[in-house]
């Protein structure tokens, strides 16, 4: 494509340096044209045609002047043209550069928000969950201790009343059979209820291990029998008594089946 087919500016240039050819030239032409007094007399015809050579030399010295310098000027004009333009580029791709940061940006704000909003909400709901299970701990413990005061709250009388009953209930949650009739029926023939009674005549008595308790029972049989949870003292009312009812329950089935020395 030819540099200067289709730029404005060049065109107007042209103008300009044609226009300044044109009226250099004529102003050659009408001084070559011009002899002085001295040369026209003198001269005549041949002076006249010296000038006029002269005149066209000139005129084409100044056509390749202005060609030259219109040229010079192309090039500066290209070159700007071409600085501009690379500016633009660059304006363009720092502008471009920018707004993609700014979307980067904005994408990695709204993920952060977003995460720590997820977070959030984990946290509250697992606060949220701990706060029911905490309630509900509470509530079931609550609905419990009554039951526990209760059984924590019941007493037995000391005396032989309260001391087959509560061995009753400790026989009960080991397994123990027999009943209160059972019990009071073998303590009172044993016994008469006397729990520091001790029988010092009979064989046992003579091989050294006397009965001893509510219900004459020999150190023996007490140790081997003893019921978890009570006293290891034989004349411990509760101790003796559920000690000889767990040794009946294994020879005869259960102390109600007991109607004699035993």
Avoid at 49 to 65: F, H, I, L, N, S
Wanted: a positive charge.
């Amino acid at each position: 494509m030819p540099k200067h087919a289709h730029s404005p500016t060049l065109t107007k240039h042209h103008k300009i340096a044609l226009a300044g050819v044109a009226t250099l030239g004529a102003a050659a032409l009408a001084f070559s044209a011009v002899p002085s007094s001295a040369e026209t007399t003198a001269s005549g015809a041949p002076a006249t045609a010296a000038k006029a050579a002269y005149g066209t030399a000139q005129v084409k010295d100044v056509t390749g002047k202005v060609t030259d310098q219109l040229a010079l000027q192309n090039v500066k004009v290209e070159a700007i043209a071409a600085k501009t333009k690379a500016s633009a580029h660059q304006l363009h791709a720092a502008h471009v550069k920018k707004v993609h940061a700014a979307h980067v940006a904005h994408v990695k704000q709204t993920h952060a928000k977003k995460l720590h909003a997820t977070h959030v909400q984990h946290a509250a709901g697992v606060q949220q969950a701990a706060a029911k299970r905490t309630a509900q701990q509470t509530a079931s413990r609550s609905a419990q201790r009554p039951q526990i005061q209760q059984v924590a709250a019941k007493t037995y009388a000391n005396n032989l009343d309260g001391w087959i009953r509560q061995s009753l209930d400790i026989m009960h949650s080991k397994g123990i059979p027999g009943s209160y009739n059972g019990l009071y029926r073998n303590i009172m023939r044993e016994s008469s209820g006397n729990p520091n009674a001790i029988n010092n005549w009979d064989i046992n008595a003579i091989n050294g291990i006397p009965s001893k308790g509510l219900l004459q029972v020999i150190p023996p049989t007490f140790a081997t029998y003893h019921v978890a949870g009570t006293s290891w003292n034989i004349y411990d009312p509760v101790a003796n008594i559920t000690a000889a009812c767990n040794y009946a329950a294994h020879r005869y089935g259960s102390m109600d089946n007991v109607n004699s020395a035993y």
